[in-house]
């Protein structure tokens, strides 16, 4: 049986014969966001079989493939030129390369700039297939204890003190909750902040997620300052209460 390289060469032989060359497909793969055994059975098939592996930070990628023993081409997809680079990776797929986007951890596009490479194979007729995971979004919120029908995604909060204030100030007034990645200085400005604004608000800060340095810390914004200056992770997100979930 022809392998995979060699049925894209007849397909593409084919195509090109018909006028009808085929595309390749960009898969969206998500990956661990911190413990590397949190990765599915699809993903890791996935990985092993295309192509090009796009990612965010090419060594953290590495290193998460040697783990799982997977043997795969990754390139820079990120922090900079990325027009060039989608180019690259949009011609790759017109001519029938397979391509997998991935993040440095967790699902693409959530705070990231995936999107802009999905958008290019969306409007150039490029299948694009979702491969879900792990997401910090979906893992900080199932530790919260709060009511989470719909909540409320920030992205990154700002280390400008007085951006982080009006983002608090907006979340304050939602009655769902409202998440945010955090750095370690920005989230101890955001608690000292809330402890003016709503010192009573429930809290979660969810640090180093499935790390063995992981911690969750749950209660008020005055609770929660006695706990900070013990915290030092790299991964922390923040989740503020909405107005109903006090």
Known sequence: MPGKRS?????AMTGSATGLAQSGRLYVVAVPIGDLDDFTVRAIRILKTVDVIASEDPQATRRLLAHHQIEGRVISYGPYNLKEKVEV??????????????SD????????PGHLL??????????????PGPSAVTAALSTTG??????????????????????????LKRDVPTMVFCTATSVAC???????????????????????????????????SQDLPGLRGQDITLIVAGGKGR
Not at 105 to 112: M, V
Not at 118 to 131: C, G, S
């Open 146 to 171: 709060l009511p989470c029908d719909s909540f409320f995604f920030l992205g990154h909060l700002p280390n400008n003190s007085a951006r982080i204030i009006r983002c608090l100030t907006d979340a």
């Open 89 to 102: 990776l949009l011609q790759r797929l017109r001519e029938g390369t397979d391509v997998a986007l991935v």
């Open 118 to 131: 999905v958008a290019a194979a969306h409007t150039n007729h490029i299948p694009v297939v979702p491969v």
């Open 190 to 224: 955001a608690v000292q902040a809330l402890i003016r604004l709503a010192p009573r608000r429930r809290i979660v800060v969810a640090c180093d997620m499935t790390k063995k340095t992981e911690r969750i810390l749950w209660g008020t914004a005055h609770q929660m």
């Open 105 to 112: 951890c967790g699902s693409p596009l959530i705070a990231d």
């Open 7 to 11: 049925q894209q060469n007849l397909s």
